[in-house]
């Protein structure tokens, strides 16, 4: 089994930044895919970035291009969405997601992920 936890939340005043960690441990062989989405009530959950730590590929949705980056951190199996110029749009619950293999290219498909974790809180205030 993989366990998934996210952290990293909290309030900020639009343009500010925020840096969310997604920390995957358990059973884990080869390379995977981390994608963050987010969701706010009354919303469907919104893809906004994944990653593939076999090349480190990237990809983003639309409304976060230029302003959002996910990579790999320095600790194993750490991933972080650093999110600079933030508008309260943006707000919303955040969920790092794992499933083995590729990312599905330029796709957030949320039932590709099989192991979720339990969302940290973004806020941003005008």
């Known amino acids: 089994q993989v366990q998934v936890l996210e952290s990293g939340g909290g309030s900020v005043q639009a343009g500010g930044s925020l840096r969310l960690s997604c920390v995957v441990s358990?059973?884990?062989?080869?390379?995977?895919?981390v994608g963050w989405f987010r969701q706010t009530p009354g919303r469907k959950r919104e893809g906004v970035a994944s990653?593939?730590?076999?090349?480190?590929?990237?990809s983003y949705a639309d409304s976060v291009k230029g302003r959002f980056t996910v990579g790999a951190d320095n600790a194993p199996d750490t991933i972080y969405l650093h999110m600079n110029s933030l508008k309260p749009e943006d707000s919303g619950r955040y969920y790092c997601?794992?499933?083995?293999?590729?990312?599905?290219?330029?796709?957030?498909?949320?039932?590709?992920?099989?192991?979720w974790g339990q969302g940290t809180q973004v806020t941003v205030s005008p």
């Open positions: 358990g059973y884990i062989i080869g390379d995977y895919c």
């Open positions: 990653i593939y730590t076999g090349n480190r590929m990237t």
């Open positions: 997601a794992y499933h083995a293999g590729v990312c599905s290219s330029g796709q957030f498909v949320d039932t590709d992920f099989n192991n």
